[in-house]
RNA sequence: GGCUCGUUGGUGAAAUGGUUAACACAUUGCCCUCUCAAGGCAACAUUCAUGGGUUCAAAUCCCAUACGAGUCACCA
């Protein structure tokens, strides 16, 4: 029986060839040096920061090369397979706006080399494998589970190396009739690979960010389609796909470098050229218990999974600059040379990228996030928390929209001027440093956070006298100098000096003085701007909060 | 256990054989100041996991050791 004929026998209706496929996938028309490049998860689980990572890479790779950047759904673990992980997928690349060129959709195909979803491209599959059958590189094993882990257990015991190869795969030698036979009486079988590898001997593989590296050969014969659904494994469908694709560059996670002789072995058995390689490094978390270094985990680690950045409300272009900062650390000298441009202009070197993995550090994306939004306009600024509200946070959302104006006003304290405020690294934290200013959110349990000055009687004493003088028209110069002297008139120094001399003979300083007002005005003894919150609130509001305080107090 | 990679400060890291080991974040101190934020100025690795070697010269090259990571599925 010729290998032809068993091909046949597995898949009768296969009757395409590799040479149809390789016609409707003709080589793309790209100016020089443009990289095709794909993000390609597999919906198992819910995007996280190591996705993001290499989307963004993919995304800035293509863009700076004038190339095409595709989406591919690797949903060939059905079994695995988790309910709204694509449509997540999907949301999270539009949302930080690094979408791809080509992908597949709600039933929609957008590009001329799809179906983009690995599970619709069953057919492409098989007739590469009929065609390895066929030249004899691939054959169908009759190997149980229980009979794999035999064999297992066996290697590791006498500490030979562990899978199927030379003499453990036992059905690489057996004939194509009784082969055959096997497959009509309907038993379970997987196509496996049949390797012509040396483990003895060397290869050497340059990873465009690890360097070069020696490798064994391989000499696995591994699974390429699995028994039951007949798809293929992640090995096979990463080969036929980005041959057929002509992905340049495959950019993906640092777990596979060890599959790297594998798919060198596959790819030349087909005559297929190979991509290049950026096998990224992992991101890891210093756990906080143990405080040992571990690959950050999506259960242990809320920061790991994407949604965590946008329910914390963190910019987009933040998070983008975050990401980017880890993958190349130069990211941030060019970022600061050239803030104007778009992150994708920046020249992304996988040689300058870490071969070992780096902590993520949430300290660095604040700082980053807060540079950003102390940029933005009051307005600007208003709108995003406006947006992030309306979705993350009903109570604030409701407040805000009542009051645009006054929120908008105290959004821009110290803001339009050359070094601004950076209270807020996301925006669900700007509540938590504005609250006060919504009468709405005053509870009755109030705590005054007064410092030296906590005499009720002096307290009111203080702010009906200042309540008297005070005027809504003054400018901020007029404003602190009747306060001075209203300080000085009831024994606080306003000459810091003196004060420091003779402590012994004032109440308090100036700044013990504003810290009463503050504190009935707020409740708290730190705030932006007094001048700028008294304006905001007017006289009436602030005459409003003095008789609450009497009452609370 | 096999294979592969890595190890520079609290964190991300630069330096690719040659003066005091960049820079950013974090931390601390001082200054400014109505508080806070911001800003300014400082401090923070006598040393690059450890040991040996090569060299006039090593964080940089070589070897060994230790530690860490990834991988070894009909998961991707």
Same mark, same amino acid.
């Given at each position: 029986m010729t290998n032809q004929e068993l091909a046949d026998l597995i898949f009768p209706n296969i009757t395409k060839t590799i040479a149809d496929y390789e016609l409707e996938y003709p080589a793309?028309?790209?100016?020089?040096?443009?990289?095709?490049?794909?993000?390609?998860?597999?919906?198992?689980?819910?995007?996280?920061?190591?996705?993001?990572?290499?989307?963004?890479?993919?995304?800035?790779?293509?863009?700076?090369?004038?190339?095409?950047?595709?989406?591919?759904?690797?949903?060939?673990?059905?079994?695995?397979?988790?309910?709204?992980?694509?449509?997540?997928?999907?949301?999270?690349?539009?949302?930080?706006?690094?979408?791809?060129?080509?992908?597949?959709?709600?039933?929609?195909i957008i590009g001329n080399y799809?179906?983009?979803?690995?599970?619709?491209?069953?057919?492409?599959?098989?007739?590469?494998?009929?065609?390895?059958?066929?030249?004899?590189?691939?054959?169908?094993?009759?190997?149980?589970?229980?009979?794999?882990?035999?064999?297992?257990?066996y290697q590791a015991k006498s500490k030979k190396r562990i899978g199927i190869y030379g003499r453990y795969a036992k059905y690489r030698y057996t004939s194509n009739e009784e082969l055959a036979k096997k497959i009509q009486n309907g038993e379970k079988y997987v196509i496996r690979f049949r390797s012509e590898g040396d483990f003895n001997k060397k290869f050497v593989f340059e990873d465009l960010t690890q360097g070069k590296i020696e490798f064994p050969e391989n000499d696995i014969d591994v699974p390429i389609m699995k028994s039951e659904n007949k798809l293929p494994t992640y090995h096979f469908a990463h080969v036929v796909d980005d041959h057929l694709m002509h992905t340049t560059h495959v950019v993906r996670g640092n777990e596979w470098m060890s599959s790297v002789p594998l798919h060198y072995e596959l790819f030349k058995a087909f005559n297929f050229k190979m991509p290049k390689y950026i096998h990224t490094s992992l991101i890891l978390k210093k756990d906080e218990e143990t405080g040992a270094i571990r690959k950050i985990s999506k259960r242990k680690?809320?920061?790991?999974?994407?949604?965590?950045?946008?329910?914390?409300?963190?910019?987009? $272009?933040?998070?983008?600059?975050?990401?980017? +900062? %880890? =993958?190349?650390? #130069?990211? &941030?000298?060019?970022?600061?040379?050239?803030?104007?441009?778009?992150?994708?202009?920046?020249?992304?070197?996988?040689?300058?990228?870490?071969?070992?993995?780096?902590?993520?550090?949430?300290?660095?994306?604040?700082?980053?996030?807060?540079?950003?939004?102390?940029?933005?306009?009051?307005?600007?600024?208003?709108?995003?928390?406006?947006?992030?509200?309306?979705?993350?946070?009903?109570?604030?959302?409701? $407040?805000?929209?009542?009051?645009?104006?006054? +929120? %908008? =006003?105290?959004? #821009?304290? &110290?803001?339009?001027?050359?070094?601004?405020?950076?209270?807020?690294?996301?925006?669900?934290?700007?509540?938590?440093?504005?609250?006060?200013?919504?009468?709405?959110?005053?509870?009755?349990?109030?705590?005054?956070?007064?410092?030296?000055?906590?005499?009720?009687?002096?307290?009111?004493?203080?702010?009906?006298?200042?309540?008297?003088?005070?005027?809504?028209?003054?400018?901020?110069?007029?404003?602190?100098?009747?306060?001075?002297e209203l300080a000085s008139s009831m024994n606080y120094a306003s000459d810091m000096k003196d004060y420091k001399e003779h402590p012994d003979n004032y109440k308090g300083d100036i700044a013990d003085f504003t810290t009463i007002m503050r504190v009935v005005l707020t409740t708290l003894k730190m705030t932006p701007n007094l001048y700028d919150i008294m304006q905001i609130l007017g006289k009436e509001r602030m005459q409003k909060r003095l008789e609450i305080f009497e009452e609370s107090y």
């Open positions: 793309r028309n790209l100016p020089e040096g443009a990289k095709v490049v794909r993000f390609a998860p597999s919906p198992t689980g819910f995007m996280h920061i190591g996705n993001m990572m290499s989307a963004t890479i993919n995304y800035v790779l293509a863009r700076s090369s004038k190339g095409v950047f595709f989406l591919r759904n690797e949903d060939t673990d059905q079994a695995r397979t988790v309910e709204g992980a694509v449509d997540f997928i999907h949301h999270i690349l539009n949302y930080y706006g690094i979408m791809a060129d080509e992908y597949e959709y709600n039933g929609e799809g179906p983009y979803i690995q599970s619709e491209r069953m057919e492409i599959y098989h007739a590469f494998i009929k065609h390895l059958i066929t030249i004899g590189r691939a054959y169908p094993c009759f190997l149980t589970s229980e009979e794999l882990e035999e064999i297992r257990e680690d809320p920061e790991a999974l994407m949604f965590y950045y946008e329910e914390k409300g963190y910019p987009v $272009l933040a998070v983008i600059d975050a990401v980017l +900062t %880890i =993958a190349n650390s #130069n990211y &941030e000298e060019w970022r600061t040379n050239n803030p104007d441009k778009p992150f994708y202009e920046f020249p992304f070197s996988p040689k300058k990228m870490s071969p070992s993995g780096a902590l993520f550090d949430l300290d660095k994306l604040n700082n980053i996030s807060k540079n950003y939004l102390s940029k933005m306009s009051a307005s600007e600024l208003y709108e995003n928390y406006l947006a992030w509200a309306k979705k993350y946070d009903s109570h604030v959302y409701e $407040l805000i929209s009542r009051y645009k104006d006054d +929120t %908008i =006003a105290f959004l #821009n304290i &110290e803001r339009e001027i050359k070094k601004p405020r950076k209270d807020y690294e996301n925006y669900s934290t700007i509540f938590s440093k504005s609250w006060y200013m919504y009468d709405e959110a005053w509870s009755k349990d109030l705590t005054y956070e007064f410092a030296k000055i906590t005499a009720k009687e002096e307290i009111l004493k203080v702010m009906t006298s200042y309540l008297k003088i005070y005027d809504e028209a003054d400018s901020q110069d007029i404003w602190f100098q009747k306060i001075k």
